[in-house]
């Protein structure tokens, strides 16, 4: 029987993986919302904003904060530019033209960055610090700031969808998209910050997970697959939605970390979609994945 | 040189095999089986284990292209009520899923050192013949699959199965079982990968689960794309274009360019998700594909 | 023939379908008018099979379709057009024709691969049917064209031909005169009378009033989810409440 504060510790690991998952899979949803496509590039943003990051703080800003502002408005210009590039003038297209022109941009970015800097992991050798203390629960000072950074961005998120306009027109665009037009909302101009906003998460997303882990070119792509478990599971476009589910997935990979086998840890996110889509296809809150 | 070109030859046919089966599935059903890998794996791993059982290869290659038929029925129950973008990120988590199975199921799958020493078609015959025999064997192989599948596609089944692709609310209000002939599809489908698995088993004599990743079916998803979806010689002219570009991305390395292997393995995939884009955003049926269809 | 016994349809809280019931026969032609929003087209994929009901019965011949899929339900003789065409757009006029025809037994992998004489037979048989069809609706000219090419009004011509080589017992005819020029209206009423004649139970769903008035044997007006009046042509429109209900619909 495992002890009340080995489960704990689990759940506080897992949240910690969760947060940083919630940053990916949010843009994820929401261009799947408004773009009708699962963008598998998206996670490798994440992986551009590690590797933009590494680069510049190592060469040009050794201020790490300066850094990776920078790394991660790097990122939000290379989204801006995959959305305007191709997946602009693939809209109306049958979603499968859209994935898989998404491939070939994962491609491009994800083998440049291999060609640039090769496969070997690298790490931003931020300095050691030794783990926090609450009773018996140990938490990195990196953890806390990295579930501080995601909460303060999604509660940001969640007052820009509910009360401001921007989040007003957002949400006219994803349900009606022809009436939003028509009705002189600057879709365009909408989707552009959309584009731009995603992008940035998922570059957010990318920095915090080389704080935690190595840096490799897949990083970002061993999280494609949790991040569309969150994505289903927390409800496309639900942005409390994919919060919860993706701290939910992180909380369930570590104990399957734990209790089952590291590598099973996928295993056990496949399961959790499994059984998302078998058991409440609309997820936590939102819409339904069953084709009609 | 014969050699070379012969091993470069099976390499091609099993990529055939694979190629036909998407075409199926993708081609001609409209099915996003980003999983191929997967069946090709468990065609692999099922005849590899059963002949080093002691197994005649015929039976365990035909034990393979029946399992991996088989294994196509979970995962067209999960997914073929799902709408497509759904299905295509699940099919690869399936594949990734089942690959990671391979490497921890050490008991069975030897795990990620693999599999070594599995016994090779004609292993009695003179080291020089081996290949060219296994080579003429696959041909025939791909010969008759390429052979069924044209006679199927032009059939009853083959029209149907398009008219599911095209348009499945209209075909499901003709009368057809849309998810049926999903399943057929994805079913059949998946044991031509397997029996291509099963091949490439017997033709490398060691697999492991690294030699299974998403790659693999993103690069036979190129052979079709490029290839011209729905027409099977399309298909294969697509694949024989990509080997072609990958061996010939290969010679590179020797010409001394200055790259070293690994980045030319990315220049490889750069080029090949530049193509990629380069194919949605201008010519989207392939470039085989004619312009008033088959 | 067909039997429609108190219809509820909801999607989540908004109820389209109220207690829908009426009959219909061979040799009839049905219309349903009503004003926008009324549930006409939820009408028909709910008794199709496409959105199953949440209460009620629909039985043809007899037979009641619960919990049958819209394929099985085309089976059994009642098949569906849509407004806007479904063609099988990288498929052939006469490829189209040809799919809607062949039966569960000729589609099986079996038959396709070990068919041999009687297949081909089949097909044969198939093949006049289907240019006997094209023939009919005078789309001969572009039975080798891909339908994807095809004009909106031959793609609306093509919607009905397919549904015909199901040999449906009743066909639900869904706006078959939306957007469609006065010539072409014309053939597609006289098409529809032709396939009165022949036996067919025709339940059709219409904007164009005048054009329903002309076709139909009886009028069901459908308001807000449940039928309003059901008879014939000039009893609907000798009553008052129909010329209300669509006023009634633009003011709301």
């Not at chain 1, 191709?86 to 994962?106: K, W």
């Not at chain 1, 970390?257 to 959790?272: K, N, Q």
């Not at chain 2, 699940?90 to 008991?107: K, P």
Request: charged fraction near 15%.
């Amino acid at each position: 029987m495992p002890s009340f504060s080995l489960v704990l510790q689990i759940i506080v690991d897992g949240i910690a993986n969760g947060a940083i998952l919630a940053l990916l899979a949010v843009g994820l949803s929401v261009i799947f919302r408004l773009n009708k496509f699962v963008n598998v590039a998206h996670v490798d943003m994440a992986t551009v904003g590690a590797y933009a990051t590494l680069f510049i703080f190592t060469t040009l800003i050794p201020n790490f904060w300066l850094a990776a502002t920078a790394g991660v408005a790097v990122v939000a210009a290379i989204g801006y530019l995959s959305h305007k590039l191709v997946y602009s003038r693939l809209r109306g297209e049958r979603s499968i033209t859209l994935i898989i022109a998404s491939i070939g941009v994962a491609f491009i970015l994800r083998y440049l960055i291999t060609f640039i800097w090769g496969s070997n992991q690298q790490s931003f050798a931020l300095p050691l610090m030794r783990a926090v203390r609450f009773g018996d629960i140990r938490i990195s000072p990196y953890d806390l700031v990295i579930v501080g950074i995601s909460l303060a961005i999604f509660i940001g998120l969640f007052f820009i969808m509910r009360f401001t306009s921007l989040g007003r027109s957002l949400r006219a665009v994803a349900d009606n998209p022809q009436l939003a037009r028509v009705s002189g909302l600057r879709t365009e101009n909408l989707l552009t910050k959309v584009w731009l906003a995603a992008s940035a998460l998922a570059g957010i997303g990318g920095v915090l997970l080389a704080v935690k882990t190595v840096i490799t070119p897949y990083l970002g792509w061993t999280m494609l697959l949790p991040a569309f478990a969150a994505m289903i599971f927390g409800g496309v476009g639900s942005i409390g939605g994919t919060f919860f589910a993706a701290l939910i997935i992180g909380i369930v990979s570590e104990f399957a970390a734990m209790y089952w086998l590291p590598t099973y840890r996928l295993a056990a996110i496949f399961g959790v979609i499994v059984l998302v889509l078998i058991v409440r296809p609309q997820g936590l809150l939102g819409i339904k994945a069953v084709a009609k | 040189m014969t050699s070379y070109l012969i091993a470069i030859g099976i390499i091609a046919l099993i990529y055939v095999l694979l190629a036909l089966s998407l075409n199926l599935q993708w081609g001609n059903t409209g099915l996003i089986n980003f999983g191929l890998v997967a069946f090709f794996a468990i065609g692999a791993y099922v005849s590899g284990l059963l002949t080093l059982n002691g197994w005649p290869i015929v039976l365990a290659m035909a034990a393979a292209v029946v399992i991996s038929a088989i294994a196509a029925w979970p995962l067209g129950k999960l997914t073929l009520t799902l709408k497509e973008d759904y299905l295509a990120v699940i099919a690869v988590g399936f594949s990734e899923v089942v690959r990671s199975v391979l490497e921890n199921e050490s008991w069975l799958t030897g795990g990620p050192s693999g599999l070594p020493g599995i016994p090779r078609l004609y292993e009695n015959a003179p080291d020089g013949m081996r290949d060219m025999l296994l080579f003429m064997t696959l041909l025939i192989a791909v010969i008759v699959v390429f052979a069924m599948l044209e006679r199927l596609l032009r059939s009853p089944f083959g029209r149907s199965l398009r008219s599911v692709r095209d348009n499945e609310t209209a075909a499901a209000a003709l009368g057809k079982n849309v998810v049926g002939f999903k399943t057929r599809s994805l079913i059949l489908g998946s044991g031509i990968a397997g029996l291509a698995g099963a091949f490439y088993a017997h033709y490398l004599t060691f697999i492991s689960p690294e030699q299974f990743t998403p790659d693999v079916t993103f690069n036979v998803w190129i052979a079709v794309i490029i290839g011209g979806s729905g027409r099977n010689l399309g298909v294969v002219l697509g694949t024989f274009l990509l080997i072609l570009f990958l061996e010939g991305t290969r010679f590179l390395n020797d010409t001394g360019i200055g790259l070293d292997g690994s980045q030319l393995g990315a220049l490889r995939f750069i080029l090949i998700g530049l193509a990629l884009v380069l194919c949605m955003l201008y010519r989207p049926a392939g470039l085989f594909a004619k312009p008033e269809g088959r | 023939m067909l039997q429609v016994t108190d219809i509820h349809l909801s999607f989540g809280a908004l109820k389209v379908l109220r207690g829908i019931s009426f009959s219909a026969q061979a040799n009839e032609i049905l219309g349903v008018i009503g004003p926008n929003g009324a549930g006409k087209s939820s009408l028909f994929s709910a008794i199709s099979g496409f959105y199953p009901p949440n209460k009620g019965e629909v039985k043809l011949n007899g037979e009641n379709l619960r919990r049958l899929r819209p394929d099985q339900i085309a089976a059994k003789g009642m098949v569906r057009t849509f407004q806007v065409p479904r063609e099988f757009g990288d498929m052939t006029v006469l490829e189209n024709l040809k799919a809607a025809g062949s039966t569960r037994q000729d589609d099986s992998i079996l038959a396709g691969l070990f068919g041999g004489a009687r297949t081909a037979r089949a097909e044969a048989e198939l093949t006049l049917r289907a240019e006997e069809m094209l023939e009919r609706l005078n789309l001969t000219r572009v039975s080798n064209n891909l339908a994807k090419a095809l004009s909106g009004g031959q793609k609306k011509l093509l919607e009905l031909g397919r549904a015909l080589m199901v040999k449906p017992k009743v066909l639900l005819v869904d706006e078959p005169f939306a957007g469609v020029a006065p010539a072409l209206r014309d053939q597609l009423v006289g098409h529809l009378q032709a396939l009165r004649e022949e036996g067919l139970c025709l339940l059709v769903v219409e904007h164009d009033i005048e054009a329903i008035m002309q076709l139909s044997d009886r009028i069901c007006v459908l308001v807000e989810g449940s039928i309003l009046i059901d008879g014939t042509p000039e009893e609907v429109q000798a009553d008052a409440r129909v010329l209300d209900a669509y006023l009634g619909a633009i003011h709301s």
